[in-house]
Each structure stands twice: as structure tokens, then as C-alpha cells.
């Protein structure tokens, strides 16, 4: 019988403990189809953070080393510098890598490290219990904003792609979501040039990830994904931020 679907191999067998409607076990099954497609599975070491997402290092059928609270883009960086034969991605939340490792983000891109950084960003602080980001929407809800996100207070939520496109060290840079089969095609797109700008040593490179947090939004899966389209679509700006023009052709 003619195969005509199989989960990749780039993915372990052992289940997602994700909650239901959570996009993290999306993102990383994209993660892992483009390490497969580019036949990366044998050279490849990811870096994880804290976070929902910290529990990728037994999803991926690949090297894993796990580092500090916003530290993977400083691991990730001592890791390819001693070889930078290997392709080196980090996988973080918006609370690892634009709260508690924003310095580490802006510096590894400043300093165009040959790494791959994915952001997954559902708006909050998911493991801990649903606290405040920077990325939290003005007049979000959250355990540590029960009136919502005031400005006054807490300032503005943060782009981190955004901000990052502008540094010279950033070779790409794009902001996707899995939220439909069309979205899913072209957070691939994304996540294979995000690798192939490593490959070709071009520089650092992100891809940002939309994504739903269902238990602490208090919403069900298909209400987040409609909440997600809604209020985080608007505020993110969302596909190729910055792209190289070789790229393009
Ligand atoms: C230095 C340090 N501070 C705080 C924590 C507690 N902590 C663990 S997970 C987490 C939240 C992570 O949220 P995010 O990065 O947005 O990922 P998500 O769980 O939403 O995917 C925090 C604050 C920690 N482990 N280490
Ligand atoms: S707490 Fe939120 S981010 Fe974590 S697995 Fe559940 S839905 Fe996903």
C-alpha cells in the first residue's frame, strides 16, 4: 500500500503533554518536518529555555541541551561557535526570550550568531500559572493583571521580531502562526529560510510564532484560535519582516 502520510521521523514517539488547543505541539511538528526535508536530524542541536516549551528536548529526535531562564541564545552561541559545523536552534516562550532573556536575544542578533531562534508567543507566562508579559495585550486579562494590561502601568506590548529587524546582524526574520492549513504552509516557508540562512552563514535568524494558551486565556481550543486571530493578529506585524533578497528570487 502506497504511503501517503507519515508523522516525521524528526519527532520522537512519546506524547505531547500539552493541553488541548495548544499550538506549542504544532509549532514543533513544523520545527521538525523542515529538519527532515533538509535532512538536518544527524547535525542538529536545539537549545530549550523554561517555559511549556522546555519539554521539546523529548519531542525532538535531535541533540538537546537545556540552559537557564532566557539564557538558550547565549548557549545556543558557545554551542556553534565550538561547532559551527552543527545547525543550532533555540525553542523559547515570550516570557524566556522577551522578558527575562531579552538581552540575550538582542545581543546574539547583534552580534549575527549563525543560530536559529523560534519564539513561541501565546501572550503570557504559560507553565507559571498565566502571569503578565511584555508581550500581553493592552487590556488583557491575566493573573497578574485581573483588570487587564493598562499602559499607564505597564507599558506596551513588545515585538521582538520587530525590534530585531533592524539590527544588521539579523539575516531573517518573519512572524507566522499555525492557526489554518494555508498559516501552517507558511510558518514552513519560514522555518525552512530561518534554516537556511544558518546554513549559508548569513546571519541570526528568528521566526515568531502566534500562538494559544487555552488554560490560562480561560477560553476553549477553537475559542483561542478565534481570540488568537482577533486581538494578537492586529498587534503582531505578521510574515517577512526582513528576508534576504537571494531569497526572494
Ligand atoms: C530564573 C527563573 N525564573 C523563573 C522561573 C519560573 N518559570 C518557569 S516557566 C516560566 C514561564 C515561562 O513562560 P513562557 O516563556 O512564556 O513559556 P510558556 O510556558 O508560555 O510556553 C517561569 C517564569 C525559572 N524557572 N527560572
Ligand atoms: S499552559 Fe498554555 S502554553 Fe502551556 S501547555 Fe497549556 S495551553 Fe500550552
Redesign the pocket.
Known amino acids: 500500500m502506497r504511503v501517503l502520510f507519515e508523522k516525521t521521523q524528526a519527532l520522537t514517539d512519546v506524547p505531547f503533554h500539552y493541553c488541548p488547543g495548544c499550538t506549542?505541539g504544532i509549532v514543533q511538528r513544523v520545527i521538525g518536518e523542515i529538519l527532515e526535508e533538509l535532512q538536518l536530524l544527524e547535525k542538529t542541536v536545539g537549545v530549550t529555555?523554561?517555559?511549556?516549551?522546555?519539554f521539546s528536548e523529548q519531542y525532538f529526535n535531535v541533540d538537546f541541551q537545556g540552559s537557564?531562564?532566557g539564557r538558550a541564545p547565549a548557549v545556543a552561541t558557545g554551542i556553534k561557535r565550538a561547532h559551527p559545523e552543527l545547525i543550532v536552534f533555540t525553542y523559547?516562550?515570550?516570557?524566556?526570550?522577551v522578558s527575562?532573556g531579552m538581552a540575550e536575544a538582542i545581543h546574539a542578533a547583534a552580534r549575527g550568531e549563525k543560530i536559529t531562534a523560534f519564539l513561541?508567543n501565546?501572550s503570557?507566562?504559560?507553565?507559571?500559572g498565566g502571569q503578565m508579559?511584555p508581550t500581553t495585550l493592552i487590556g488583557q486579562k491575566t493573573s497578574t493583571s485581573p483588570y487587564g494590561r493598562q499602559s499607564e502601568e505597564s507599558g506596551y506590548p513588545v515585538d521582538l521580531p520587530a525590534l530585531l529587524c533592524n539590527l544588521k546582524g539579523a539575516a531573517y526574520v518573519a512572524t507566522v502562526s499555525v492557526d489554518t492549513p494555508a498559516n501552517v504552509l507558511k510558518a514552513k516557508r519560514a522555518v525552512r529560510l530561518a534554516f537556511k540562512a544558518q546554513i549559508e552563514g548569513l546571519g541570526f535568524s528568528l521566526v515568531q510564532f502566534l500562538s494559544t494558551?487555552p488554560t490560562n486565556w480561560g477560553l476553549n481550543p477553537v475559542d483561542s484560535i478565534e481570540w488568537m486571530q482577533e486581538h494578537m493578529f492586529p498587534e503582531f506585524q505578521m510574515g517577512e519582516l526582513k528576508c534576504p533578497e537571494t531569497f526572494r528570487r
Do not use: E, F, P, S
Not at 49 to 54: K, N
Not at 92 to 97: A, E, I, T, V
Open positions: 506549542h529555555g523554561v517555559g511549556c516549551g522546555g537557564a531562564h523559547q516562550g515570550d516570557g524566556d526570550m527575562i513561541v501565546n503570557n507566562y504559560g507553565m507559571t508579559a494558551c
